[in-house]
């Protein structure tokens, strides 16, 4: 026992100081700082041939058609659909990984709307220009979305934006004629609909509170419906102020006074629908994904024809939607960027958007296509969908977003929890978001 | 003492009780309730995921025991033509096999050098390679796809396969070198007066009597490659090539925001159920047949 | 001869692993630039600041979540560990024994070892869903995955499940190759169930139970995947270290999530020592080796004479 015990020791012990001692002395011949390589503003679109197209899957099949269309038509330029997963967090790290190895693999990236500044900061993806793209026929806060200090970054791809559905068989039993507008009167509306014995058990509100991307959604927006906003045009933290308090303090009244069910603090998009189909909240906050689930007749939705739609209430009057939805852009380290270009171009247009409304529910980025009757007879919440969208708010446009919507989630979280205080929390926030902006 | 306990046994069981007869049956019974427990509690979570595998994605919520109504919408689903899923799991077939083969063939020499031969630096080097298991796993994918990519290995089986040898050769080294010591020197030397050369008595002799240490590093390096995610993501973007586990975190929902948890679990439940029918085929054949001769 | 059986795994570590690491300390010595230029764009280059990113860890609101971080890798560690084990050794008597379907109870023990850790998180996160099967069995309405004690429960219920079978798996084959003859020696003396456990057993499968659990504590140190998925990053109750190095760099923060990467080793590395120095495990086998060589010497001796 004795004789071995100090063996043990030197084992692990200079195993460790060798890598170490290795790891320090071929330190300073190590990979040399990484360089960017510079991007001219007014970049040129040059070199044609395959590409590939990097996005998750598209379940519904209309991306493949749209890439299946232009390859017939591009026999020398075949667009290759490379998949990744289906988590928003490891789609982001895998394209950085690649960007940061210059990989010529990744050509046309699909970024979700918040991730705009970061990647164009980086210089990870190319300007583009916005008289080849038909910006000026699309919606403007989805075009605003893709942009990063006045230059466009991205092509809108599709967008997303609040939807605030209510049981409209509660209403009318309730007596209430209209869907509430304002978040007082989606209180007294609640009060007369619980009232009902058929709505007993159930709670008000529902919106999505995990320590989530979905919670620095609803924060968002239950600041800017209160009339703050989160960063203002400059990129300074504003959560300092009046409005924001009103805002997340109509959220931590919510848990307090029960209007919200309590594991809501647990609610993601899909809890929520749950919660919404199993006909547990009268009124819920969320995306435009589930109004066909909600709609279902196979017996699996208690909701079906009994809900609609609405602009989210806000503190007086209409609420302010924060914008998603995805657009693409082009790699700086592919050889082949006009084709690139080219295909973003063809891809985002009108007519394309148009044919693949034919399979997917997401919502285009042409007003347009939102007053096509053939369409609003499909999907009868495009209308209040365009309303919301014409009405939204990004969220913050900071390089650091990462770092942001983190700050966000743990101050509002923190609030929602009971572990801070709704000052304290929003102190802490500003201190935070000040912090991250001037770096 | 009574006479049970000198009958032979028919397997060897360490540790097994053979009490006095007028015991027996009260001992049995506490003895079966808790393999029942372990039973329990080893699979139902996984009969949950067989459950919500059944399920149609509108019914996935349900708390129901049996899922109704009963449907196979998932695994069709994850045969889908548009994912690939089977010639995923062949890669992944093929990445965890080599992984395997290849650690055990390393492990097999490193253990036999470290515990039978005399050489100096033996704990350093023992040292070394457990401590490439002590570095976190996510640091290592930056680097390492920037190498692979300088080497154009991205998209090939060995991106994922060196990799995942880090784990399996600390992991087959330190067990089978643990287990080769445990076993006894005499009958490598008895074979070797015999006539055996040095190599002949590795083969015939200490090979056999170590197969259920590499018998179980083999299940336990397989399983492991067979599940690894994070390498294989990263250093694979074609799907010819992408193993089953980077093929399940592509699956996506109706929606972007729906998690296509049926999908998932009924993907589960593929890579699982071969896994299980491999060990136990195999270890009827390998492990009892070998310790029988063993013991002799 | 032992140069030549050792070197080609000794290669391909130095492959996978050397390289990162060298490339992991370099880094953690240097900080990318993180202001933006005039147009906007972030400034490229970075500089050496020396020690700098260690001594951030320890300082401030980082340094608060460090030591948070710390503390929860090292209490899951402990926790999961210590019930791995007591469940595993359980696991692989039970698998010992002789009884009809033996094999499909081994089988079956090494199902959740199987299930690939990203689909389990998952199953799990929906096992412990506000309204999932955990509270509908127990008939509670514990928030599972909010912050909170419930949320360290879930982790370790989880985690116990999936790792249990690695330990059972791997004392299983140091038992069996026991000898029957020790149990039959130990029977004929009197010794009952749990003396034959507590002297025959256990000390027989003491150095295989050691590089069990030093392999799972390892592991353990630097869990990441379950409560990521499971529970979700960011939450202060579950986060582990290896979380926190997940979150600088996709923070793009390199310096600093390579400064983790290298503390968390040596955090690792220092346990591993505790560990193995404590209980002694004699696994390099070399006094074993010089007892059996010098046994083997004497009885040739004997037998000579």
Not at chain 3, 148 to 173: C, D, M, N
Not at chain 3, 207 to 228: E, H, K, Q, Y
Request: hydrophobic share 50%; charged share 15%.
């Amino acid at each position: 026992m004795r004789q071995r015990r100090p063996s043990w020791q030197t084992v692990i012990t200079t195993s460790t100081a060798l890598v170490l001692a290795a790891a320090t002395l071929t330190a300073c011949g190590g990979a040399a700082p990484a360089s960017k390589p510079s991007v001219n503003a007014a970049a040129s679109f040059e070199g044609k041939g395959p590409i590939n197209y990097v996005s998750s899957r598209d379940a519904s099949g209309a991306a493949q058609k749209s890439i299946d269309e232009w390859n017939a038509t591009h026999p020398d330029e075949l667009v290759t659909f490379i998949e990744l997963p289906d988590s928003a967090d490891q789609q982001r790290q895998q394209l950085i990984q690649n960007a940061q190895i210059k990989s010529d693999t990744f050509g046309v990236l699909n970024l979700d709307v918040v991730w705009t500044s970061e990647f164009a900061a980086n210089k990870w993806i190319l300007p583009l220009p916005g008289d080849k793209l038909s910006v000026d026929k699309m919606i403007p806060a989805t075009v605003g979305a893709a942009t990063y200090r006045d230059t466009l970054y991205g092509a809108p791809y599709y967008t997303d934006g609040a939807l605030f559905y209510y049981r409209t068989d509660l209403l009318a039993a309730a007596g209430v004629a209209a869907p509430p507008k304002t978040w007082d009167e989606m209180k007294s509306a609640c009060k007369a609909v619980l009232a009902l014995p058929e709505a007993a058990g159930m709670s008000c509100y529902a919106g999505q509170f995990d320590k989530n991307e979905g919670l620095t959604v609803n924060f968002t927006e239950a600041v800017a419906s209160a009339g703050g906003t989160v960063v203002d045009a400059e990129g300074k933290p504003t959560v300092d102020t009046a409005e924001a308090k009103a805002g997340l303090s109509t959220l931590v009244d919510g848990f307090k006074d029960g209007l919200f069910p309590s594991d809501a603090i647990t609610y993601q998009e899909e809890q929520g629908r749950r919660a919404f189909q199993d006909g547990k909240v009268v009124f819920l906050r969320n995306w435009p994904f589930l109004y066909s689930s909600l709609s279902a007749t196979d017996g699996s939705s208690q909701v079906a024809g009994k809900f609609n739609v609405a602009s989210i209430p806000g503190t007086s009057g209409q609420g302010v939607s924060t914008l998603g939805g995805r657009s693409l852009a082009v790699s700086p380290f592919t050889a082949n960027k006009a084709t690139a270009l080219e295909f973003i171009t063809f891809f985002t247009s009108q007519e394309q958007a148009l044919k693949r409304l034919a399979l997917s529910s997401r919502a285009p980025v042409y007003a347009a296509l939102y007053e096509d009757p053939a369409v609003v007879a499909k999907r009868p919440f495009f209308p209040a969908l365009l309303q919301s969208v014409n009405n939204a708010q990004p969220r913050p446009k900071v390089v650091q977003y990462g770092a942001t919507t983190k700050a966000i989630q743990e101050e509002a979280y923190a609030a929602l929890t009971g572990k801070k205080d709704t000052d304290t929390a929003l102190a802490d926030m500003q201190a935070k978001l000040t912090e991250l902006a001037a770096k | 003492m009574t006479t049970t306990a000198l009958k032979p046994r028919t397997a060897p069981a360490a540790g097994t009780p053979v009490p006095a007869r007028r015991k027996r049956s009260w001992r049995s019974y506490s003895v079966y309730a808790g393999l029942a427990l372990i039973f329990i509690y080893c699979l139902s979570p996984f009969y949950w995921m067989i459950v919500s595998s059944l399920r149609r994605t509108a019914d996935i919520f349900d708390n129901s025991p049996l899922p109704a109504p009963f449907s196979v919408e998932n695994y069709v689903k994850v045969f889908d033509g548009s994912t690939m899923f089977g010639q995923a799991l062949l890669n992944s077939l093929i990445v965890a096999g080599v992984t395997t083969v290849a650690a055990l063939v390393m492990g097999i020499f490193a253990a036999y050098a470290i515990s039978r031969l005399n050489f100096r630096f033996k704990s350093v080097i023992l040292g070394v390679i457990i401590a490439t298991s002590m570095f976190p796993g996510i640091s290592v994918v930056v680097p390492l796809l920037r190498f692979f990519s300088d080497i154009g290995w991205i998209n090939t089986y060995q991106a994922m396969i060196v990799p995942n040898l880090s784990f399996a050769i600390p992991l087959a080294v330190w067990n089978l070198t643990t287990f080769m010591k445990s076993l006894p020197f005499d009958l490598e030397e008895a074979a070797m007066i015999d006539g055996c050369t040095k190599w002949q008595a590795f083969r015939k002799v200490l090979l056999p009597l170590a197969a259920p240490g590499v018998f179980t590093t083999a299940i336990l390096t397989f399983i492991h490659s067979w599940n690894e995610f994070i390498i294989a993501l990263s250093m694979v973007n074609d799907p010819q090539v992408q193993t089953a586990t980077v093929a399940i975190s592509k699956f996506t929902g109706a929606t972007e925001f729906q998690a296509p948890f049926g999908e998932q679990m009924a993907a589960g439940v593929i890579v699982t159920v071969p896994l299980v029918i491999m060990v136990l085929f195999f270890q009827r054949r390998i492990v009892e047949g070998l310790t029988a001769g063993a013991g002799k | 001869m032992a140069a030549l059986l050792l070197s080609p795994t000794l290669l391909v570590l130095a492959l996978v692993i050397v390289y990162p690491l060298i490339s992991a300390v370099h880094q953690s010595l240097y900080r990318t630039e993180s202001g933006l230029d005039a147009n906007g764009f972030v400034a490229e280059g970075e500089s050496f600041v020396g020690l700098a990113n260690y001594v951030d860890l320890f300082v401030g609101d980082s340094g608060e979540r460090f030591l948070n971080a710390f503390s929860n890798t090292t209490f899951f560690t402990v926790t999961t560990v210590l019930l791995e084990t007591v469940l595993g050794l359980a696991l692989a008597l039970a698998m010992n024994r002789a009884f009809r379907g033996r094999a499909f109870l081994r089988a079956s023990i090494l199902v959740p070892w199987a299930v690939p850790t990203a689909v389990s998180g998952l199953l799990w996160r929906w096992i412990f869903q506000s309204d999932g099967i955990a509270n509908t069995l127990i008939g509670s309405e514990i928030l599972w995955t909010a912050e909170g004690v419930a949320s360290k429960v879930a982790v370790i219920v989880a985690e116990v499940w999936k790792t249990a079978p690695f330990i059972g798996l791997l004392v299983l084959a140091g038992m069996q190759v026991i000898p029957e003859e020790v149990y039959e020696a130990a029977r004929i003396d009197g010794a009952g169930w749990w003396r034959q456990l507590a002297y025959i057993t256990l000390p027989l499968v003491k150095p295989t139970l050691l590089v069990a659990v030093l392999f799972r504590m390892l592991d353990a140190l630097r869990m990441f995947d379950l409560p990521f998925v499971l529970i979700g990053p960011g939450k202060e109750s579950v986060e582990t270290l290896s979380m926190l190095a997940w979150d600088e760099s996709n923070q793009l923060r390199y310096g600093s999530a390579s400064a983790f990467a290298v503390v968390l080793f040596l955090y690792v590395a220092a346990v591993a020592i505790v560990f193995v120095k404590v209980l002694g495990a004699d696994v390099t086998g070399a006094k074993h080796l010089r007892l059996a060589r010098k046994a083997n010497r004497i009885q040739k001796a004997e037998a000579t004479r």
